[in-house]
């Protein structure tokens, strides 16, 4: 076996900074203000929590709003995927980031629902498949429920359980799986018999009638109609088990607070913006460094990293 050649390295190269295009900074703006900003108009009445809460016609016109500025952001990003060929690495990941965004809103940020729709696949090239059936039904949806906001599970970086994630003011968070064809409407059928008759006559029925490639794809339903019974029992309940590995799974009801280091990285990079660069740490072992000032970037990257 030969040896692996070795390259010179060059840290100028390998330690340049990675940062989104600045040509994107205009449509970062944009979609963030559509995907996080639709309610604006009415965070002026929101007193408090309790008082929100309290108030049905003030959260009706605030969860109206933001669904109405949070689909206008995703006709804009599938618009961008569907025209534009050879998207950039930084495009796609601002895309997907506005996408990620509105599902961190959708779950109150909290860390473990995410993890449910998080199968550790790799998703889709977006530029090279066929969403036209997800964002029909996503159409449809709208028009019985015009206040609802369907995000396209694709479109994201981690929604692996269903098709659609489905915000709705007067229904809450639903898991929505998209199945067209007339095989996956008998699959469907022949589940929900296997629900009120012997499931062993069933499924032997509907593999003598229709074979084994057809029981295979059964099967791959199956599996995520339970995914999808498994992320409904967990969030409803606070436990569920988990069809991938059996295990029953406990959300703890004790709250954990977890510090941010959101309050010193705003520090550092008002310092920043002052003299052209900042240096700061995090728990006295993390540290960071800020450059507003392009001559001293690569200067920082070198004393970082030798």
Same mark, same amino acid.
């Given at each position: 076996?030969?040896?692996?050649?070795?390259?010179? *390295?060059?840290? @100028?190269?390998? =330690?340049?900074?990675?940062?989104?295009?600045?040509?994107?900074? @205009?449509? #970062?703006?944009?979609?963030?203000?559509?995907?996080?900003?639709?309610?604006?108009? *009415?965070w002026h009445q929101i007193k408090d929590k309790d008082s929100f809460e309290n108030d049905p016609d003030l959260r009706l016109n605030f969860y109206k709003s933001a669904n109405q500025g949070m689909r206008e952001a995703q006709y804009e990003i599938l618009s961008i995927f569907k025209n534009e060929? &050879?998207?950039?690495?930084?495009? /796609?990941? =601002?895309?997907? $980031?506005?996408?990620?965004?509105?599902?961190?809103?959708?779950?109150? &940020? /909290?860390?473990?629902?995410?993890?449910?729709?998080?199968?550790?696949?790799?998703?889709?090239?977006?530029? &090279?498949?066929? =969403?036209?059936?997800?964002?029909?039904? #996503?159409?449809?949806?709208? @028009?019985?429920?015009?206040?609802?906001?369907?995000?396209? !599970?694709?479109?994201?970086s981690f929604l692996q359980v269903g098709d659609l994630l489905i915000s709705c003011p007067d229904s809450g968070l639903v898991t929505y799986e998209v199945k067209q064809g007339e095989m996956n409407h008998k699959i469907l059928s022949v589940i929900n018999e296997c629900m009120t008759a012997d499931?062993?006559?069933?499924?032997? !029925?509907?593999?003598?009638? @229709? $074979?084994?490639? #057809?029981?295979?794809?059964?099967?791959?339903?199956?599996?995520?109609?339970?995914?999808?019974?498994?992320?409904? !029992?967990?969030?409803? &309940?606070?436990?569920?088990?988990?069809?991938?590995?059996?295990?029953?799974?406990?959300?703890?009801?004790?709250?954990?607070?977890?510090?941010?280091?959101?309050?010193?990285?705003?520090?550092? =990079?008002?310092? !920043?913006?002052?003299?052209?660069?900042?240096?700061?740490?995090?728990?006295?072992?993390?540290?960071?460094?800020? *450059?507003?000032?392009?001559?001293?970037?690569?200067?920082?990257?070198?004393?970082?990293?030798?």
């Amino acid at each position: 076996m030969s040896k692996k050649k070795k390259t010179k *390295y060059d840290f @100028e190269k390998a =330690l340049a900074p990675v940062c989104l295009e600045p040509e994107l900074e @205009e449509l #970062a703006r944009r979609l963030y203000e559509k995907a996080h900003k639709g309610s604006s108009k *009415y965070w002026h009445q929101i007193k408090d929590k309790d008082s929100f809460e309290n108030d049905p016609d003030l959260r009706l016109n605030f969860y109206k709003s933001a669904n109405q500025g949070m689909r206008e952001a995703q006709y804009e990003i599938l618009s961008i995927f569907k025209n534009e060929h &050879n998207l950039s690495y930084s495009k /796609e990941l =601002l895309l997907r $980031g506005i996408a990620d965004s509105i599902a961190w809103t959708f779950f109150g &940020n /909290e860390l473990y629902i995410a993890r449910l729709y998080y199968q550790e696949k790799k998703q889709p090239d977006l530029q &090279n498949c066929n =969403l036209d059936s997800v964002i029909e039904v #996503a159409k449809n949806y709208i @028009e019985a429920h015009p206040d609802a906001m369907p995000l396209i !599970s694709d479109l994201t970086s981690f929604l692996q359980v269903g098709d659609l994630l489905i915000s709705c003011p007067d229904s809450g968070l639903v898991t929505y799986e998209v199945k067209q064809g007339e095989m996956n409407h008998k699959i469907l059928s022949v589940i929900n018999e296997c629900m009120t008759a012997d499931p062993t006559k069933v499924l032997k !029925s509907f593999i003598v009638n @229709e $074979g084994p490639k #057809a029981f295979k794809q059964l099967q791959r339903v199956q599996r995520q109609t339970n995914r999808m019974e498994y992320v409904k !029992s967990v969030i409803s &309940n606070d436990e569920g088990v988990n069809p991938d590995t059996t295990k029953t799974v406990k959300i703890s009801e004790s709250s954990i607070n977890i510090e941010s280091w959101d309050e010193i990285l705003v520090e550092t =990079l008002e310092e !920043s913006e002052k003299k052209g660069w900042a240096i700061n740490t995090f728990d006295d072992c993390i540290f960071i460094g800020c *450059y507003s000032n392009t001559d001293t970037v690569k200067k920082g990257h070198i004393a970082f990293n030798h």
